[in-house]
């Protein structure tokens, strides 16, 4: 089955100490990414990558970091949380576009932080 | 560049009758448009797209969206509100490059008994 998965699902946290959210896919999609929601803001990119050894900024990328070492993984590192960054996280792969536009985006479950 | 905007936050129907939540985009070309349904705590799931085909496209739980590209709007309508529609949709433009999706800020549908 194509799934996305994240890890962990949920997780309160305190001020400073690194944590770091998984993401696996198993579609072979070059193109993965990290969103943070935020009740009236939709959904923001925070980082992106297009395929392996290559990410790059979104949105909102202050207070985080990616790497990308294999196509299926595509972890989101806090290496010192802080309460703004209390949110919900979604990781969402996509097929590298054909033509002039990516197709649809296949999301993850979500995480849920909370940063004391 | 892209946008999106949702023109309501919140929109409140009774059961039974119709729905509508406005989208309307910016494009520097054709893009592929989406919207995206989130139940409460829970992820986001495909309601339909278009990319470029039929201008009325239809989706799963008997929703659907036209495509006006003079109006540049995306609309998502539904002839009849069941309870189970109650959630937060989200309409979303693709991009090129880094810009995947671009999302809007979502409206809340609240469906009364």
């Known amino acids: 089955e194509a799934q996305v998965t994240q890890n962990p699902r949920y997780l309160i946290t305190v001020t400073g100490k690194k944590l770091t959210v998984t993401c696996s896919q198993n579609?072979?999609?070059?193109?993965m990414s990290w969103y943070r929601q935020d009740p009236g803001l939709g959904l923001r990119q925070i980082y992106y990558?297009?395929?392996?050894?290559?990410?790059d900024k979104g949105d909102v990328p202050e207070g985080y970091k990616v790497s990308r070492k294999e196509k299926r993984n595509f972890p989101l590192i806090l290496e010192s949380p802080s309460p703004n960054q209390t949110s919900l996280y979604f990781c969402?792969?996509?097929?590298?576009?054909?033509?002039?536009?990516?197709?649809?985006?296949?999301f993850g479950p979500g995480t849920r932080l909370t940063v004391l | 560049a892209q946008s999106v905007t949702q023109l309501d936050s919140h929109v409140s129907v009774s059961e039974g009758t119709p729905v509508l939540l406005r989208c309307n985009y910016s494009s520097s070309y054709s893009p592929s448009l989406f919207w995206y349904v989130q139940h409460p705590n829970k992820g986001l799931q495909l309601l339909l797209k278009y990319t470029s085909a039929a201008t009325l496209v239809k989706g799963i739980n008997g929703f659907e969206a036209e495509f006006k590209k003079s109006e540049t709007s995306f609309h998502l309508t539904k002839p009849s509100a069941h309870m189970s529609d109650a959630a937060e949709y989200f309409c979303v433009v693709s991009g090129t490059g880094r810009r995947a999706l671009t999302f809007g800020s979502g409206t809340r549908l609240q469906v009364q008994p």
């Open positions: 579609m072979n999609h070059e193109y």
């Open positions: 990558s297009m395929n392996v050894e290559v990410t």
């Open positions: 969402a792969t996509t097929p590298t576009p054909r033509g002039s536009s990516y197709n649809e985006q296949f």
